[in-house]
Protein backbone atom coordinates (compact mmCIF):
# COMPACT_ATOMS: atom_id res chain seq x y z
CA UNK A 1 0.00 0.00 0.00
CA UNK A 2 0.92 3.08 -0.72
CA UNK A 3 0.06 6.76 0.36
CA UNK A 4 0.45 10.06 -1.86
CA UNK A 5 0.65 13.01 -0.22
CA UNK A 6 0.50 16.24 -2.08
CA UNK A 7 1.65 20.04 -1.81
CA UNK A 8 -0.54 22.90 -1.72
CA UNK A 9 -2.91 22.54 -5.13
CA UNK A 10 -4.66 25.26 -4.67
CA UNK A 11 -7.61 24.86 -7.33
CA UNK A 12 -5.56 23.28 -9.41
CA UNK A 13 -8.09 20.21 -10.86
CA UNK A 14 -6.23 19.83 -13.45
CA UNK A 15 -2.89 18.87 -12.45
CA UNK A 16 -4.50 16.83 -9.61
CA UNK A 17 -5.65 14.18 -12.41
CA UNK A 18 -2.53 14.47 -13.91
CA UNK A 19 -0.45 14.02 -10.99
CA UNK A 20 -2.59 11.16 -9.69
CA UNK A 21 -2.60 9.66 -13.57
CA UNK A 22 1.57 9.91 -12.83
CA UNK A 23 1.98 8.21 -9.50
CA UNK A 24 0.18 5.11 -10.90
CA UNK A 25 -1.91 4.41 -7.90
CA UNK A 26 -3.77 1.16 -7.15
CA UNK A 27 -7.60 0.52 -5.30
CA UNK A 28 -5.64 0.16 -2.49
CA UNK A 29 -3.03 3.13 -2.01
CA UNK A 30 -4.38 6.27 -0.27
CA UNK A 31 -4.32 9.98 -0.93
CA UNK A 32 -3.28 12.90 1.24
CA UNK A 33 -3.68 16.66 0.50
CA UNK A 34 -1.37 18.81 2.78
CA UNK A 35 -4.06 21.31 2.68
CA UNK A 36 -4.84 25.07 1.02
CA UNK A 37 -6.34 22.90 -1.98
CA UNK A 38 -9.09 25.98 -2.47
CA UNK A 39 -8.68 29.41 -3.58
CA UNK A 40 -6.38 31.00 -6.34
CA UNK A 41 -6.92 28.62 -9.13
CA UNK A 42 -10.04 28.16 -11.82
CA UNK A 43 -11.16 24.74 -9.90
CA UNK A 44 -11.14 24.77 -6.50
CA UNK A 45 -14.70 23.17 -5.95
CA UNK A 46 -14.23 20.58 -8.03
CA UNK A 47 -10.80 20.02 -6.05
CA UNK A 48 -12.47 20.23 -2.81
CA UNK A 49 -15.69 18.15 -3.61
CA UNK A 50 -12.42 15.16 -4.56
CA UNK A 51 -11.38 14.76 -1.37
CA UNK A 52 -15.11 14.96 0.47
CA UNK A 53 -16.46 12.91 -1.92
CA UNK A 54 -13.16 10.26 -2.91
CA UNK A 55 -13.40 7.52 -0.23
CA UNK A 56 -9.27 6.73 -0.21
CA UNK A 57 -8.75 10.77 0.30
CA UNK A 58 -8.21 12.93 3.45
CA UNK A 59 -7.67 16.41 3.29
CA UNK A 60 -5.48 18.57 6.20
CA UNK A 61 -6.70 21.83 7.75
CA UNK A 62 -4.86 24.94 5.70
CA UNK A 63 -4.36 28.49 6.73
CA UNK A 64 -7.14 28.92 3.85
CA UNK A 65 -9.30 26.31 4.65
CA UNK A 66 -9.07 27.79 7.85
CA UNK A 67 -9.76 31.84 6.34
CA UNK A 68 -13.09 30.47 5.39
CA UNK A 69 -14.19 29.25 8.55
CA UNK A 70 -13.28 32.08 10.15
CA UNK A 71 -15.15 34.55 7.83
CA UNK A 72 -18.29 32.48 8.05
CA UNK A 73 -18.09 33.42 11.46
CA UNK A 74 -17.54 37.05 11.14
CA UNK A 75 -13.92 36.44 12.63
CA UNK A 76 -12.08 37.68 9.53
CA UNK A 77 -12.74 38.94 6.55
CA UNK A 78 -12.12 37.44 3.60
CA UNK A 79 -9.14 37.93 1.09
CA UNK A 80 -9.67 38.16 -2.71
CA UNK A 81 -9.39 34.72 -3.11
CA UNK A 82 -11.49 33.18 -0.52
CA UNK A 83 -13.80 35.96 -2.34
CA UNK A 84 -13.80 34.42 -5.48
CA UNK A 85 -13.48 30.90 -3.80
CA UNK A 86 -16.90 31.95 -2.24
CA UNK A 87 -18.54 32.86 -5.94
CA UNK A 88 -17.19 29.71 -7.45
CA UNK A 89 -19.04 27.46 -4.59
CA UNK A 90 -21.84 29.62 -5.62
CA UNK A 91 -25.21 27.91 -3.21
CA UNK A 92 -22.86 25.12 -2.62
CA UNK A 93 -20.59 27.13 -0.57
CA UNK A 94 -22.57 26.01 3.13
CA UNK A 95 -21.66 22.81 2.49
CA UNK A 96 -18.24 23.31 1.52
CA UNK A 97 -17.73 25.15 4.68
CA UNK A 98 -19.27 22.51 6.65
CA UNK A 99 -16.94 19.73 5.28
CA UNK A 100 -13.93 22.05 5.80
CA UNK A 101 -14.57 22.77 9.79
CA UNK A 102 -14.73 18.92 9.91
CA UNK A 103 -10.61 19.02 8.81
CA UNK A 104 -8.10 17.81 10.83
CA UNK A 105 -4.61 19.75 11.67
CA UNK A 106 -2.45 16.83 10.79
CA UNK A 107 -2.11 13.24 10.41
CA UNK A 108 0.47 11.11 11.95
CA UNK A 109 1.18 8.37 10.01
CA UNK A 110 3.74 5.18 10.51
CA UNK A 111 6.54 6.55 7.70
CA UNK A 112 6.13 10.82 8.87
CA UNK A 113 4.09 13.24 10.63
CA UNK A 114 1.91 15.45 7.86
CA UNK A 115 1.09 19.22 8.51
CA UNK A 116 0.06 22.38 6.73
CA UNK A 117 2.12 24.86 7.87
CA UNK A 118 5.18 24.67 10.85
CA UNK A 119 6.14 22.37 13.50
CA UNK A 120 6.76 23.40 17.03
CA UNK A 121 10.25 21.70 18.44
CA UNK A 122 9.83 19.63 21.76
CA UNK A 123 5.65 19.27 21.71
CA UNK A 124 3.98 16.30 20.63
CA UNK A 125 1.47 16.63 17.60
CA UNK A 126 -1.64 16.75 19.62
CA UNK A 127 -0.25 19.39 21.98
CA UNK A 128 0.80 21.74 19.08
CA UNK A 129 -0.92 24.94 18.86
CA UNK A 130 -2.89 24.75 16.17
CA UNK A 131 -1.97 28.29 14.69
CA UNK A 132 1.51 26.84 14.12
CA UNK A 133 0.11 23.63 12.68
CA UNK A 134 -2.22 25.62 9.85
CA UNK A 135 0.47 28.22 8.96
CA UNK A 136 -1.33 31.34 9.93
CA UNK A 137 0.68 34.75 10.58
CA UNK A 138 -0.53 34.19 14.31
CA UNK A 139 1.59 30.93 14.44
CA UNK A 140 4.68 32.42 12.02
CA UNK A 141 4.81 35.38 14.66
CA UNK A 142 4.62 32.89 17.29
CA UNK A 143 8.07 30.55 15.97
CA UNK A 144 9.29 34.18 15.71
CA UNK A 145 9.08 35.38 19.09
CA UNK A 146 10.18 31.80 20.57
CA UNK A 147 12.75 30.84 18.67
CA UNK A 148 16.02 33.04 16.80
CA UNK A 149 16.23 30.00 13.92
CA UNK A 150 13.73 28.73 11.13
CA UNK A 151 11.67 26.26 12.59
CA UNK A 152 12.54 23.60 10.42
CA UNK A 153 16.47 23.55 11.64
CA UNK A 154 15.10 22.92 15.04
CA UNK A 155 12.69 19.77 14.00
CA UNK A 156 13.38 17.18 16.31
CA UNK A 157 11.01 14.15 16.23
CA UNK A 158 11.97 11.05 15.43
CA UNK A 159 9.58 10.70 11.92
CA UNK A 160 10.25 12.75 9.23
CA UNK A 161 7.89 15.75 8.60
CA UNK A 162 5.88 16.83 5.44
CA UNK A 163 4.73 19.92 5.10
CA UNK A 164 3.46 22.35 2.29
CA UNK A 165 2.07 26.35 3.00
CA UNK A 166 5.01 27.70 1.92
CA UNK A 167 7.86 27.19 -1.32
CA UNK A 168 11.07 27.09 0.28
CA UNK A 169 13.19 26.43 -2.41
CA UNK A 170 11.44 29.01 -4.74
CA UNK A 171 11.56 26.82 -7.51
CA UNK A 172 9.49 23.79 -8.66
CA UNK A 173 11.51 21.65 -7.07
CA UNK A 174 10.52 20.30 -3.59
CA UNK A 175 12.63 21.55 0.00
CA UNK A 176 13.80 18.94 1.92
CA UNK A 177 15.91 19.87 4.93
CA UNK A 178 18.57 16.79 6.67
CA UNK A 179 15.92 14.16 5.38
CA UNK A 180 13.90 15.11 7.82
CA UNK A 181 11.59 18.20 6.62
CA UNK A 182 10.04 18.00 3.54
CA UNK A 183 8.54 20.85 1.97
CA UNK A 184 5.71 19.76 -1.35
CA UNK A 185 4.48 23.40 -1.73
CA UNK A 186 5.99 23.76 -5.29
CA UNK A 187 3.64 26.76 -6.30
CA UNK A 188 1.39 24.96 -9.04
CA UNK A 189 -0.87 27.80 -8.60
CA UNK A 190 1.40 30.38 -10.37
CA UNK A 191 2.88 28.64 -13.10
CA UNK A 192 5.42 25.98 -11.36
CA UNK A 193 4.24 22.52 -10.91
CA UNK A 194 2.42 20.01 -8.27
CA UNK A 195 4.08 17.56 -6.22
CA UNK A 196 3.33 15.12 -4.33
CA UNK A 197 5.87 12.26 -2.39
CA UNK A 198 4.43 8.71 -1.95
CA UNK A 199 4.94 6.69 1.17
CA UNK A 200 7.14 4.30 2.37
CA UNK A 201 9.57 5.12 -0.06
CA UNK A 202 9.73 8.91 -0.51
CA UNK A 203 9.94 9.27 -3.53
CA UNK A 204 8.67 12.41 -5.02
CA UNK A 205 5.90 13.02 -7.80
CA UNK A 206 6.07 16.29 -9.98
CA UNK A 207 3.62 17.77 -12.96
CA UNK A 208 4.00 21.34 -14.55
CA UNK A 209 1.86 23.77 -13.79
CA UNK A 210 -0.69 24.39 -17.11
CA UNK A 211 -0.52 28.77 -16.20
CA UNK A 212 0.18 31.22 -14.10
CA UNK A 213 -3.85 30.51 -12.38
CA UNK A 214 -3.86 33.37 -10.10
CA UNK A 215 -3.27 36.07 -12.28
CA UNK A 216 -5.39 35.20 -14.84
CA UNK A 217 -8.22 34.18 -11.75
CA UNK A 218 -7.37 38.37 -10.68
CA UNK A 219 -7.86 39.34 -14.33
CA UNK A 220 -11.22 36.97 -14.65
CA UNK A 221 -12.76 38.74 -10.82
CA UNK A 222 -11.55 42.36 -11.65
CA UNK A 223 -11.32 43.57 -7.86
CA UNK A 224 -14.28 45.83 -6.82
CA UNK A 225 -13.43 49.44 -6.85
CA UNK A 226 -14.81 51.34 -4.11
CA UNK A 227 -17.55 53.77 -4.45
CA UNK A 228 -16.52 57.89 -5.67
CA UNK A 229 -16.90 59.57 -2.20
CA UNK A 230 -20.48 61.53 -2.08
CA UNK A 231 -19.44 65.43 -2.66
CA UNK A 232 -19.82 67.62 0.43
CA UNK A 233 -21.95 70.01 0.71
CA UNK A 234 -20.51 73.94 -0.06
CA UNK A 235 -20.71 75.90 3.22
CA UNK A 236 -22.87 78.53 3.56
CA UNK A 237 -20.58 81.91 3.63
CA UNK A 238 -20.89 83.86 6.38
CA UNK A 239 -21.73 87.34 6.02
CA UNK A 240 -20.27 90.41 8.38
CA UNK A 241 -22.11 90.29 11.31
CA UNK A 242 -21.65 86.91 11.97
CA UNK A 243 -18.27 86.37 11.28
CA UNK A 244 -17.77 88.98 13.85
CA UNK A 245 -20.00 86.95 16.46
CA UNK A 246 -17.75 84.19 15.89
CA UNK A 247 -14.58 85.81 16.62
CA UNK A 248 -16.80 86.85 20.03
CA UNK A 249 -17.43 83.60 20.82
CA UNK A 250 -13.95 82.45 20.31
CA UNK A 251 -12.52 84.87 22.47
CA UNK A 252 -15.55 83.40 25.48
CA UNK A 253 -14.37 79.77 24.29
CA UNK A 254 -10.84 80.86 25.43
CA UNK A 255 -11.77 82.44 28.44
CA UNK A 256 -13.70 79.60 29.53
CA UNK A 257 -10.95 76.99 28.91
CA UNK A 258 -8.56 78.78 30.75
CA UNK A 259 -11.03 79.12 33.51
CA UNK A 260 -11.30 75.32 33.68
CA UNK A 261 -7.18 75.12 33.69
CA UNK A 262 -6.88 77.37 36.58
CA UNK A 263 -9.68 75.19 38.57
CA UNK A 264 -8.39 71.96 37.45
CA UNK A 265 -4.34 73.07 38.19
CA UNK A 266 -5.15 74.33 41.80
CA UNK A 267 -6.16 70.83 42.44
CA UNK A 268 -3.53 68.90 44.39
CA UNK A 269 -1.53 66.46 41.99
CA UNK A 270 -3.43 67.98 38.97
CA UNK A 271 0.23 68.67 37.54
CA UNK A 272 1.88 65.14 38.25
CA UNK A 273 -1.09 63.81 36.26
CA UNK A 274 -0.32 62.57 32.43
CA UNK A 275 -1.22 64.87 29.39
CA UNK A 276 -4.34 61.88 28.77
CA UNK A 277 -5.17 61.94 32.13
CA UNK A 278 -5.31 65.91 32.52
CA UNK A 279 -7.33 65.86 29.18
CA UNK A 280 -10.17 63.36 30.74
CA UNK A 281 -10.48 65.90 33.73
CA UNK A 282 -11.11 68.55 31.18
CA UNK A 283 -13.14 67.30 28.90
CA UNK A 284 -15.66 65.97 32.49
CA UNK A 285 -15.54 69.85 32.72
CA UNK A 286 -16.23 71.17 29.60
CA UNK A 287 -19.21 68.92 28.80
CA UNK A 288 -20.41 67.53 25.79
CA UNK A 289 -21.47 68.57 22.13
CA UNK A 290 -20.13 71.78 19.80
CA UNK A 291 -19.29 74.04 23.12
CA UNK A 292 -17.02 70.77 24.48
CA UNK A 293 -15.35 70.34 21.25
CA UNK A 294 -14.28 74.00 20.90
CA UNK A 295 -13.13 74.02 24.69
CA UNK A 296 -10.96 71.29 24.00
CA UNK A 297 -8.81 72.85 20.79
CA UNK A 298 -9.06 76.28 23.12
CA UNK A 299 -6.96 74.15 25.56
CA UNK A 300 -4.55 73.21 22.41
CA UNK A 301 -4.26 76.46 21.61
CA UNK A 302 -5.92 75.17 18.32
CA UNK A 303 -9.21 76.86 17.53
CA UNK A 304 -9.47 79.96 14.91
CA UNK A 305 -12.11 81.48 12.62
CA UNK A 306 -11.64 78.28 10.17
CA UNK A 307 -11.74 75.39 12.11
CA UNK A 308 -14.56 76.89 14.21
CA UNK A 309 -16.94 77.12 10.97
CA UNK A 310 -16.02 73.75 10.15
CA UNK A 311 -17.16 72.59 13.02
CA UNK A 312 -20.28 75.10 13.68
CA UNK A 313 -21.22 74.42 10.27
CA UNK A 314 -24.20 76.68 10.31
CA UNK A 315 -23.89 80.83 11.96
CA UNK A 316 -27.37 80.53 13.10
CA UNK A 317 -25.48 77.80 15.89
CA UNK A 318 -23.20 80.21 16.56
CA UNK A 319 -26.04 82.13 19.20
CA UNK A 320 -26.82 79.17 20.90
CA UNK A 321 -23.39 78.29 21.51
CA UNK A 322 -22.68 82.18 23.40
CA UNK A 323 -21.44 81.18 26.98
CA UNK A 324 -22.50 84.48 28.38
Not at 20 to 39: F, W
Amino acid sequence: MQTLVIGDIHGCFHELLALLDKAGLGQDDSIISIGDCVDRGPETPQVLNFFRDTSNARLIMGNHERKHIRGSRKEVKLARSQQISKIQFGDAYPEALAFMEGLPLYIDLPEAIIVHGYFEPGIPPEQQNPLVLCGTMGGEKHLRTHYDRPWYELYDRDKPVLIGHENYSGTDQPFIHQDRVFGLDTNCVTGKALTGLLLPSFQFVSVPSRANHWMQMRRKYPKPQPAPPRPRPALTPWNEDEERALVILIGEVYQKSESILRGLQSRPGYTQLRPRQQARLFGEMAGEGLLAILLQLARLNKLNAEIARKIIKSPDKVQDLSIT
